[in-house]
Nanobody, 124 residues
């Protein structure tokens, strides 16, 4: 079983930056497709960024502002968020596709392991 634990959320002013961290633990020597999702107040959860064998993909809403990366040795995935805006306020979740090899941002059902989330608040 794979366990994911997020950290790094907090409160910032518009234009600020945060870096979210997701630590991956549990039995597996494989590399997974990793993703970051968010759920904004009153909205459905949405995919933000994914990383598959070093190739990053982003939602249009964050492209150019967010960056996903990983440190394999530390089994950690990061989401660097710059130029944050109030509309980025959300609970952010780390997710892993350990089973399907799809990991599509538009389909959270592709991801079978989830963290509990970390809250990001951006004030204007």
């Amino acid at each position: 079983q794979v366990y994911l634990v997020e950290s790094g959320g907090g409160s910032v002013e518009a234009g600020g930056s945060l870096r979210l961290t997701c630590v991956v633990s549990g039995y597996s020597a494989e590399r997974f497709i990793m993703g970051w999702f968010r759920q904004r107040p009153g909205k459905a959860r949405e995919g933000v960024a994914r990383l598959d064998k070093g190739v990053a993909t982003y939602a249009d809403s964050v492209k150019g502002r967010f960056s996903i990366s990983e440190d394999e040795a530390k089994r950690t995935v990061y989401l660097q968020m710059d130029s944050l805006q109030p509309e980025d306020t959300a609970m952010y979740y780390c997710a892993a596709d350990t089973m399907y090899g799809l990991g599509r941002l538009q389909d959270e059902d592709d991801f079978d392991a989830w963290g509990r989330g970390t809250q990001v608040n951006v004030s204007s």
